[in-house]
């Protein structure tokens, strides 16, 4: 199990020391780029995830809820390991887009909304490092977790059949669901309010890790 936190529920005022305090335990850095669009909601872009970029060594999980996916990824300032995710319903040419990425360094994720069929990226899977199953509207953190969302991991799971591809799953998770969603198959798990909601950052990690046990 790789965890990722997403910073999005961290004290924006201090972004440098949130990440370097979960940086230790984190297998990637989760960053949620939205731009009242794609979600009804605004966060941060390139300029701030750059700057962050240059200050820490964990690999980058750059999730993009944005329109126009294709013509943000290349002003991201990615280092091998990096990974870029682009929402599937955001674009009509994921070919282009998928391009788009592999050409900044990074490695192509692609994420799904809770609504959309799982077929929509299935013919993807030949191209993507990672699939992103969203468990919670995108957007916001803090939500709950959709259940449903691991009988699509585990759909997934069987149709990815050995390929190199990771499943990772983003929403709602906490120490309570964290096996099962490993169960049904994740690998990557984004935790947003359960880390950075948290007093002791690194201890609600800890927990999560000893709770996928
Ligand atoms: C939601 C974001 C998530 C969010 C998860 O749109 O993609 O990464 O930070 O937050 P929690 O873990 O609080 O649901
Ligand atoms: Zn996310």
Known sequence: MKLAPSLLSADF???LDEASLVAPLASYLHWDVMDAHFVPNLTFGPP?????????????EIHLMIDHPAEYAP????RSGDTILFHIEATDSPSATMDAIARTGAEVGVSL??????EAVLPLLDRVSTVLVMSV?????GQTFRPEALERIRRL?????GRPVRIGVDGGISAGNV???VAAGAEIIVAGSAIFGAADRPAAMRALLEAAR
């Open 75 to 78: 002003q991201f300032d990615v």
């Open 113 to 118: 909304r809770p609504r959309t069929p799982l």
């Open 157 to 161: 799971a069987a149709a990815i059949a």
């Open 137 to 141: 509207e995108p957007g916001f953190g």
């Open 13 to 15: 005022a201090r972004l």
């Open 179 to 181: 096996r099962a969603v």
């Open 48 to 60: 701030v995830v750059n700057a962050l970029r240059r200050r820490l060594d964990v690999p980058f």
